[in-house]
């Protein structure tokens, strides 16, 4: 191989590469769903008391199961036409119809017993106690606390003993 041929080929191999890797980085720099624009992941809640859960986006792909817990929260990680996929909070997921879901936010409650402060304080009196499970609207969250409501009760409650909100995730 000539010396030049050498040279033509380093720098087409080298463009190449550069041009793969400008594609993976805007491919991974990608937050944003195509259909609606809006961050991907992100979280939404059940709005119908019973959905069923597909392999695919569409009504011909199977049915693998069906959630029957309305306002559980889901959190969407990938759009397709009128479809999103899902995940709860174990980690199953599928393919669900947007009419199923609701942008009202709501968590789960992750710890047995949370107590509910009156203020993002852990020092501070508690208005309940919450069992593990619960479903809870979510209200303004700081750094470490989200303000939710459930039962007729609103407190404050640490963020990483929920899951429906992202740890960075700061709300008015």
């Not at 041929?5 to 463009?15: H, I, M, P, S």
């Not at 710890?111 to 208005?127: A, G, K, W």
């Not at 303000?147 to 709300?171: N, Q």
Request: aromatic share 8%; glycine share 8%.
């Amino acid at each position: 191989m000539t010396k030049n041929l050498k040279n033509q080929f380093v720098g087409a191999f080298c463009a190449a590469m550069l041009l793969f890797v400008s594609a993976g980085t805007a491919f991974a720099d990608q937050t944003r769903g195509p259909v609606t624009n809006l961050p991907l992941p992100r979280y939404v809640s059940l709005k119908a008391s019973k959905a069923n859960v597909r392999r695919g986006p569409s009504l011909t792909h199977r049915i693998d199961w069906v959630y029957t817990r309305r306002s559980m929260p889901l959190e969407i990680t990938a759009e397709h036409g009128h479809w999103r996929r899902v995940r709860d909070m174990e980690g199953a997921g599928g393919w669900v119809h947007y009419s199923l879901l609701s942008g009202v936010r709501t968590v789960v409650v992750e710890q047995d017993m949370l107590p509910l402060t009156v203020r993002p304080e852990s020092n501070t009196p508690s208005v309940a106690h919450l069992e593990m499970g619960v479903v809870a609207r979510l209200g303004e969250c700081n750094a470490d606390w989200c303000k939710i409501s459930s039962g007729g009760y609103k407190g404050w409650a640490p963020k990483e003993v929920l899951w429906g909100v992202s740890a960075d995730e700061l709300r008015e």
